[in-house]
């Protein structure tokens, strides 16, 4: 069966492949008369919705509720810091050759209104995941460490996915948004979102028994991303600390010791992965642990993956707050 929403983009996709062919087979550019294939169009392949999310907990969500019903692609590399990415032709390309966009939202992905402009692709269909969500901003004042820019995000802490309630709210909205693009597929995304929705769930319930053991513990970070879990979860992030990239001077570690102070603070997060001497030495400065909470923003693609970074992140909580 035909989408015809889906069906004029096909084209657009099959299109540079077919010149291209073309140009290596005649030597010559012939970018109007590519022929277009029946055969092509209405192959299985060029039916499936080809869906590009933007970094990978979109990703994750995405391709959890799409299964094996739509070709999902993600457009940030994970590892590849989201904040501050900057677009590639590719990324624009992908865009372009795209039916539908899933996006966190909130102000996260600040390179993608001039990338959809690029690609300029005008049946692109956009689903904003943190639809409905209400965002929280600012609760936790920055302690500014030196000469580092002072970051505010427009719309809100973007950082909604680290909350397991509000993962449901996204998956529901991609479910939604994949169901209006794709109705075909409707029983497969909404059993594959119901699948992992219940996981969610469980995850939450676990969260819950296990952190209220420890009320209003106090923590630190170094990125802005937790607002959310703790809300949830009854703990307080009551300070980021912004460092700069070279080196702390002794000003810097006084006015991070006086924060660290003034909260009462139980713990002290940084990045898995990272071995920031900086942040190493201001945490035997500050006499407290430096642990490694998980934002989510790298690591496995593997929609799983989620559940295995915040079972560790769960972990780490529950050791930092003891
Ligand atoms: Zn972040």
Not at 48 to 63: C, D, E, H, R, S
Not at 191 to 215: D, S, W
Not at 242 to 247: G, L, V, Y
Not at 262 to 273: D, I, N, R, S, W
Request: with cysteine; charged share 20%; hydrophobic share 40%.
């Amino acid at each position: 069966m035909i989408r015809p929403k889906v069906q004029p983009m096909k084209r657009q996709g099959i299109l540079p492949l077919m010149t291209l062919l073309v140009s290596v087979a005649t030597g010559c550019n012939q970018f109007n008369s590519a022929p277009r294939s029946q055969a092509q169009e209405t192959s299985p392949q060029s039916q499936q919705l080809k869906v590009v999310a933007t970094f990978l907990p979109m990703y994750w969500f995405t391709k959890a509720v799409a299964g094996d019903s739509a070709k999902v692609e993600v457009l940030v590399p994970p590892g590849t810091e989201v904040h501050e990415y900057q677009a590639t032709p590719q990324t624009v390309q992908a865009i372009a050759t795209a039916n539908v966009l899933v996006q966190n939202g909130l102000g996260l992905e600040e390179f993608l209104e001039d990338t959809v402009k690029n690609a300029g692709n005008s049946q692109l269909q956009k689903i904003d995941a943190s639809s409905g969500i209400q965002p929280l901003d600012q609760i936790s004042p920055i302690v500014n460490t030196a000469d580092v820019d002072e970051k505010h995000e427009a719309g809100g802490n973007p950082h909604v996915w680290l909350d397991p309630i509000l993962a449901k709210q996204q998956i529901e909205n991609i479910k939604n948004g994949l169901i209006a693009a794709d109705p075909t597929h409707k029983e497969a995304y909404q059993a594959n979102a119901a699948a992992y929705i219940k996981q969610l769930e469980a995850l939450n319930q676990e969260f819950t028994r296990r952190m209220q053991q420890y009320p209003n513990c106090t923590f630190v970070t170094f990125h802005d991303a937790y607002p959310y879990l703790a809300k949830r979860y009854q703990l307080k992030q009551v300070a980021v600390v912004e460092i700069p990239e070279d080196q702390l001077s002794p000003l810097d570690v006084q006015k991070a010791v006086t924060a660290v102070k003034q909260y009462k603070v139980k713990a002290l997060f940084g990045e898995p992965g990272v071995d920031n001497k900086l942040l190493q030495s201001l945490s035997q400065d500050l006499n407290l642990t430096l642990r490694p909470l998980d934002s989510l923003e790298t690591g496995s693609m593997e929609p799983q993956h989620y559940f295995t970074a915040m079972k560790a992140n769960l972990q780490t909580l529950e050791a930092a707050c003891k």
